[in-house]
T-cell receptor, first 113, second 114 residues
Framework: GEDVEQSLFLSVREGDSSVINCTYT??????LYWYKQEPGAGLQLLTY?????DMKQDQRLTVLLNKKDKHLSLRIADTQTGDSAIYFC?????????????FGKGTRLHILP | EAGVTQFPSHSVIEKGQTVTLRCDPI?????LYWYRRVMGKEIKFLLH????????ESGMPNNRFLAERTGGTYSTLKVQPAELEDSGVYFC????????????FGPGTRLTVT
């Protein structure tokens, strides 16, 4: 079945850029997502990108999509302590899987002082 | 505008007991989803309501799980009888009609079965 893979941990120094990577298997994915989960909180939809786009930028966040390689990345510029969270990569396939979102296991971002 | 709310935030029950989880979606959202994250695993889709109708329940693990959304507002997810492997965090999400790609999640209910 469809799968989303991402590394489990990432440590970054405060002020540096964080890059979280993700790969997925469904070549017909419609939307790709990044969700953020802070400690003790629910999932926050951080950003999403339509599959016909290569890049989306929103303030400190940049999403890059390489559809050929089925690779998605999230870059957080000027990483702050408040960015410490688990980041979930996810995808959906409107044609084949209706509204169902497939998630990766999440990448825990740790900020070093 | 209030977000998706879930109750309780945490439930601890013994194997064989029954538990009912509740989700209140964002007001006006026709779509309501249930997901589950078992420890160390991915967040997995359970089912999807459109108003009061079940659109897709392909992710429901077995017939011990029963979801309802009477009146098309809040939803309940009942586990009866609970087993140890049911432990995890149950998330509810909602989206407006036609914008399934903007699913807003609740804080989750952590279920522990002992």
């Amino acid at each position: 079945g469809e799968d989303v893979e991402q590394s489990l941990f990432l440590s970054v120094r405060e002020g540096d850029s964080s890059v979280i990577n993700c790969t997925y298997t469904d070549s017909s994915s419609t939307y790709l997502y990044w969700y953020k989960q802070e400690p003790g909180a629910g999932l926050q939809l951080l950003t999403y990108i339509f599959s016909n786009m290569d890049m989306k930028q929103d303030q400190r966040l940049t999403v890059l999509l390489n559809k050929k390689d089925k690779h998605l990345s999230l870059r957080i510029a000027d990483t702050q302590t408040g960015d410490s969270a688990i980041y979930f990569c996810a995808e959906s396939n409107e044609m084949n899987r209706d509204d169902k979102i497939i998630f990766g296991k999440g990448t825990r971002l740790h900020i070093l002082p | 505008e209030a977000g998706v709310t879930q109750f309780p935030s945490h439930s601890v029950i013994e194997k064989g007991q029954t538990v009912t989880l509740r989700c209140d979606p964002i007001s006006g959202h026709d779509n309501l989803y249930w997901y589950r994250r078992v420890m160390g695993k991915e967040i997995k889709f359970l089912l999807h309501f459109v108003k009061e109708s079940k659109q897709d329940e392909s992710g429901m693990p077995n017939n011990r799980f029963l979801a309802e959304r009477t009146g098309g507002t809040y939803s309940t997810l009942k586990v009866q009888p609970a087993e140890l492997e049911d432990s995890g965090v149950y998330f509810c999400a909602s989206s407006a009609g036609g914008t399934y790609y903007e699913q807003y999640f609740g804080p989750g209910t952590r279920l522990t079965v002992t």
